[in-house]
């Protein structure tokens, strides 16, 4: 969906923030606008993509999983990028626009960690100074990604406010902000928060579709009938949908995290089962009671357990 | 009482050129009861406005104290709904802001919610997450149902968005007197008359008919609140008052609204 000049995806999206981070968001989108039409800047960030991260990343056949579901199966492997994961698609996209706005100091949430590896890893490659806010119960359970941000030079605060996970992680890191809006850049992990995130993130991200249609066409000669990938905010989803919104024939399946059953309340299904509301900058579909007050969202994975989800998803 | 609450305009017209107090008290903390009492003891031990906060789940402008607070009266039991009643048992005599986030107002409707805040009492809403021109929509439903939306200004806010803030604001502007969330601190905000005087300079109105300033956002001492009150109409004190009203309990609170009040009338 194309978004309007208000940020705004259709109904969802849009600058919900204190006033304090309008003029960085209003900054942000405009540094943004200008990177977007300069080739340079898209020529930079597709050298770092090839010789850092590493890419263009395979898809790969898994004939074994494909007899047991009864359709052949191929996986995008952004595991295999530099840091593990697809995050850091978006994080060097981000530390080339905080370049562009002389911000010499990063920070970042983080749930599972991956987000906060990318982030800490680009910022080593910079020479910025990193900040990683983390929920203290997402840290036992990921203790080697702190390790690996500490190795980085970052320095991972413990969220133990509330769920003590990335909602809360995400509310210390919005903190930060405003107390250092003049300085930093908030690189946000996916497509969620205010206007200009959930555009630009997608951007970054959609490296990942553009790859995988043309390898489907390159190597299995033909589209997929179907395309599945999980969400939580949805960068990785949306990083992957993109490309083939114009392909009437693929279906295009996100799955969230049931955790116990959408039944249980123990689960991180916003989408399946949420309402409209306004949570960490925009509108879009979230978990909440009916006094909008947020849910925590629950699921075995860190990461995923996001009681929001990406405006454009809603 | 409740349908005589005076608007917020005719209370500035009637302080003249004496200088506002406006203390924040999180509704529903400690307990509903002490709430109650607080906002009373606090209404009348000098403040000119009262701001009440609705707890939200998720607050993410605002520091420890207030997380504290909330969470306490979420705890509690506090929702729309029962700060509205809480508002209205209060039958104070100073109007009363309701400040919270956005979502809890969304959940009960907009309209709705503007609706009975002003049957309950109230004169004006602060909403912490909607900077100005972010949804006219919702910003229509909340002025033409009969409340005050007090707009905010920040020491970011550059002079594009300070007229958007500043056009159709009623009631007063609120600045932010500083980058960060809200909490007691130790030093003055830096640069406060400069800022008020910009305010003012991009006023549209004639200096008549514009619209007074408040200034919050780590104001916590007498003395901090009397620097405040020479550079602006009003002085928002939150987190030292709900501090007070944690340890001190009701008189607790109600003293320190007396040492406030005493700062800022002088």
Redesign the interface.
């Known amino acids: 969906m194309t978004v309007t000049e208000t940020g705004r995806f259709g109904p969802y999206g849009g600058r919900y923030v204190p006033e304090t981070l309008m003029h960085a968001l209003e900054e942000l989108a405009h540094v943004y606008d200008d990177a977007r039409n300069d080739p340079r800047f898209w020529a930079e960030l597709e050298a770092l993509l090839k010789n850092y991260v590493g890419r263009p990343t395979p898809i790969t056949a898994v004939p074994r999983l494909s007899a047991q579901v009864g359709a052949q199966v191929l996986l995008k492997r952004e595991d295999l990028n530099h840091t593990g994961a697809h995050k850091i698609n978006n994080t060097l996209g981000q530390v080339l626009l905080a370049q562009r706005m002389n911000k010499r100091r990063i920070i970042a949430e983080t749930g599972a960690g991956q987000h906060g590896v990318a982030t800490a890893t680009v910022c080593a490659r910079f020479g910025l100074e990193c900040v990683v806010y983390m929920g203290e119960e997402d840290m036992r359970r990921q203790r080697l990604n702190v390790y690996r941000m500490e190795l980085m030079g970052a320095t991972v605060v413990p969220v133990t406010s509330g769920t003590r996970t990335l909602k809360d992680a995400t509310n210390e890191a919005l903190r930060d902000w405003v107390t250092n809006v003049t300085s930093t850049h908030y690189i946000i992990g996916s497509v969620v928060g205010p206007d200009p995130f959930p555009r630009l993130v997608r951007d970054f991200q959609s490296v990942i579709g553009r790859e995988a249609r043309a390898q489907m066409l390159d190597q299995v000669g033909r589209l997929p009938s179907m395309v599945v990938a999980c969400v939580g905010g949805g960068s990785n989803a949306i990083g992957i949908f993109t490309a083939f919104l114009e392909d009437k024939s693929v279906r295009l399946v996100g799955v969230e995290a049931a955790g116990e059953g959408v039944a249980s309340h123990k689960h991180a299904a916003t989408l399946g089962a949420g309402r409209p509301g306004v949570f960490h900058g925009s509108m879009s579909y979230l978990l909440q009671d009916a006094d909008g007050q947020v849910q925590p969202a629950h699921s075995v994975s860190a990461g995923l357990d996001y009681p929001g989800v990406g405006p454009e998803h809603a | 009482m409740s349908e005589n609450a005076p608007p917020i305009a005719s209370r500035w017209r009637a302080l003249g050129t004496s200088r506002a107090l406006i203390p924040y008290l999180t509704a529903g903390f400690p307990t509903p009861r002490a709430s109650l009492e607080a906002l009373r003891r606090v209404a009348a031990a000098g403040a000119d406005f009262v701001e009440v906060g609705v707890p939200?789940?998720?607050?993410?402008?605002d520091?420890p104290t207030i997380?504290r607070t909330t969470q306490t009266a979420?705890e509690q039991g506090m929702?729309?709904a029962r700060v509205l009643e809480l508002v209205h048992a209060a039958a104070l005599d100073v109007p009363v802001i309701i400040m919270t986030?956005?979502?809890?107002?969304?959940?009960?409707g907009v309209p709705r919610f503007a609706q009975d805040a002003r049957a309950a009492g109230a004169a004006g809403a602060l909403l912490?997450?909607?900077?100005?021109g972010?949804?006219p929509e919702v910003e229509r439903a909340v002025t033409t149902n009969g409340l005050d939306l007090i707009r905010?200004?920040?020491?970011?806010?550059?002079d594009r968005?300070l007229k958007t803030?500043l056009s159709g604001a009623t009631g007063f502007v609120y600045l932010?007197s500083r980058?960060?969330?809200t909490g007691a601190r130790a030093d003055a905000p830096p640069d406060l008359e400069a800022q008020v005087k910009r305010i003012r300079a991009a006023s549209p109105a004639p200096p008549a008919a514009r619209v007074p300033v408040a200034v919050g956002f780590g104001i916590s001492t007498p003395a901090q609140a009397a620097a405040a009150a020479r550079a602006a109409d009003g002085v928002v004190v939150g987190s030292a008052l709900m501090d007070a009203l944690a340890t001190g309990g009701v008189s607790g609170a109600e003293r320190l609204t007396r040492e406030l009040a005493a700062a800022v009338h002088a």
Do not use: E
């Open positions: 939200f789940s998720d607050p993410l402008a520091g997380q979420l929702t729309v986030y956005l979502n809890p107002v969304l959940a009960y912490t997450d909607l900077p100005a972010a949804d905010l200004v920040a020491p970011t806010t550059d968005r803030a932010i980058l960060g969330v």
